[in-house]
């Protein structure tokens, strides 16, 4: 039974101080096993993405399958990500991709 008018005191908590929310998008590259092509992206989730691709849900990417991941790059805004994925879209040359990112020839 509590005392009439007693309070219970709490300890103070710290302020609380919401800092920017750290949210990662990620700029993917991937290369077709069975033809060699490559398809750039950007997502969320990577691996999720991924088994979109290889399950045949992307009509783009489905003739292609199966798909391995070759390269990424995370990004803080998705619009930043958009941005580097329209760079690496523009490049078109197969080579030029290959000698940037440094992928497997």
């Known amino acids: 039974m509590a005392l009439r008018g007693s309070r219970v005191r709490l300890p103070s908590a710290p302020p609380l101080h919401f800092s920017r929310r750290i949210c990662v998008f990620f700029v993917y590259v991937l290369q077709s096993g069975a033809a060699g092509r490559y398809y750039t ?12 691709h290889n399950d045949g849900m992307m009509k783009a990417t489905r003739p292609y399958r199966p798909w391995r991941l070759v390269h990424t790059e995370a990004f803080e805004t998705l619009v930043d990500a958009r941005r580097r994925e329209r760079e690496i879209k523009s490049w078109k040359s197969r080579g030029r991709m290959q000698a940037q990112l440094g992928l497997p020839a």
């Open 41 to 52: 992206g950007s997502t969320k989730d990577v691996g999720h993405r991924l088994e979109q």
